[in-house]
C-alpha cells in the first residue's frame, strides 16, 4: 500500500469567523454545504451522501480557528482532513484553509476539484462570492 499525497487548499470567505466556524463544526452547519446529512454521536460524525454512510472521528477542535476528522477505516493510519480559518488582522480577510490527502499523485486534482465544489456550496450558502 502506497503512502496518500498530502495537499492544502487556501479560499478566500466573505463571512465572519464565528459564522464560518458553525458551518464547518456543527452537523447542521456541515449538512447545508459539504453532505446530504450530518448527525453526531459524541466524537464520531456520521456523513451521509446519497444514503451511503461514512463515519469519522473529530481528532481536534478549536473553537473559532480549526476543526480536524479523520475517516474511521484510515484510523491506523495519519491520514485526516482538516478545516482551519484564517484571519488576517490587517485586511480582516477571513480565509478557509482545507487539508485533505488524495490516494495518489494521480487524484490530487481531482480531489481538489471536489473540495473547489464543496467550497463552492459554502460560499453559496454563505452568501460569500
Known sequence: MSDKVK???????????KLLFQYISTPSGLSEWFADNVNSRG???IF???GSEEKAKLLQKTNGEKI???WIDDETTNYFFEFRIQFDEITKDVSL???DFAEDEDEVEES???WTNHISDLKMVLGST
Not at 495537499?7 to 469567523?17: D, V
Open 7 to 17: 495537499f492544502e487548499m487556501e479560499f478566500p470567505i466573505k463571512a465572519s469567523q
Open 43 to 45: 466524537e464520531i460524525f
Open 48 to 50: 451521509i451522501w446519497d
Open 68 to 70: 480536524k476528522f479523520q
Open 97 to 99: 484553509i482545507v487539508t
Open 112 to 114: 481538489k476539484l471536489l
